[in-house]
């Protein structure tokens, strides 16, 4: 039986992928293709929001793209990023990103640890003078506001991006075994383009809880989800291929 997996992320930029090797190794065809993307805002949409980015002192990224949008942005906005600009990011690999845009110094730049926000939270207690802000997509939850508000740190949140369905085309194939996914909008996206989606067969594979939960909510029988045996997603698709090559 030929194997053909669908991974709803960007093809890897690194040669030594797991998921390259599981290919290989397996004789399946993995492709890469998002069930969302990720567009730019235009700066008069920006100022509709009626926030000021001058004034803050630190500001909070969640992810590479928050970053890729803030500083393009600002740049359009012709608002002046200080020197002495701090930032704090959810995780070592977000943080080091940074130095695409300005000069990475460790003493104004912050991370956490395990790439939780939970655990970024109190580094920035420690910093409570400062005024935050955060750059959001404009698919968000409340939840880093609600954790910045319990901590009682000074801070705002702001659109600088959309995150929108990818849609298939009606020529492009939809003959996969697997379906892989990382985030409730990869869900949503999914019963967007095939409203009449019947999943039979087709394996569905989901990492979080909050993407499992939109599986679920939208009738969808989640196969695979991370355990103490597969903690990652090449995991996942490794186990699944065991069984039913």
Same mark, same amino acid.
């Given at each position: 039986m030929a194997i053909k997996i669908l991974?709803?992320?960007p093809k890897p930029t690194v040669e030594n992928s797991p998921y390259f090797a599981l290919a290989e190794k397996y004789g399946v065809e993995i492709v890469f293709r998002p069930f969302i993307k990720v567009e730019p805002m235009a700066p008069k949409d920006f100022r509709q929001q009626k926030i000021s980015i001058p004034g803050h002192t630190a500001v909070v990224f969640t992810s590479r793209h928050a970053i890729d949008h803030f500083f393009t942005l600002c740049k359009e906005l012709r608002v002046v990023i200080p020197d002495d600009m701090k930032y704090f990011s959810i995780s070592e690999q977000v943080a080091?990103?940074?130095?695409?845009?300005?000069?990475?110094?460790?003493?104004?730049?912050?991370?956490?640890?395990? $790439?939780?926000?939970?655990?970024?939270? *109190?580094?920035?207690?420690?910093?409570?003078?400062?005024?935050?802000?955060? *750059?959001?997509?404009?698919?968000?939850?409340?939840?880093?506001?609600?954790?910045?508000?319990?901590?009682?740190?000074?801070?705002?949140?702001?659109?600088?991006?959309?995150?929108v369905s990818n849609d298939f085309g009606p020529d492009e194939a939809f003959d996969y075994n697997?379906?892989?996914?990382?985030?409730?909008? $990869?869900?949503?996206?999914?019963?967007?383009?095939? *409203?009449?989606?019947?999943? $039979?067969?087709?394996?569905?594979?989901?990492? $979080?809880?909050k993407t499992i939960k939109a599986a679920e909510d939208a009738g969808l029988r989640v196969d695979l989800q991370p355990t103490a045996e597969l903690r990652s997603v090449p995991a996942m698709i490794e186990d699944y291929i065991k069984k039913h090559v």
């Open positions: 991974v709803s992320q080091l990103y940074i130095q695409k845009y300005v000069q990475y110094r460790k003493r104004k730049n912050f991370f956490s640890e395990t $790439g939780k926000i939970a655990d970024l939270i *109190p580094q920035m207690v420690k910093h409570k003078a400062e005024k935050f802000f955060v *750059p959001q997509s404009s698919v968000h939850n409340d939840d880093l506001k609600n954790m910045l508000d319990e901590a009682g740190l000074d801070h705002d949140e702001a659109v600088m991006y959309y995150t697997m379906l892989v996914f990382f985030s409730p909008e $990869g869900i949503h996206s999914l019963m967007k383009n095939f *409203p009449e989606f019947k999943q $039979g067969d087709i394996a569905i594979a989901c990492l $979080g809880a």
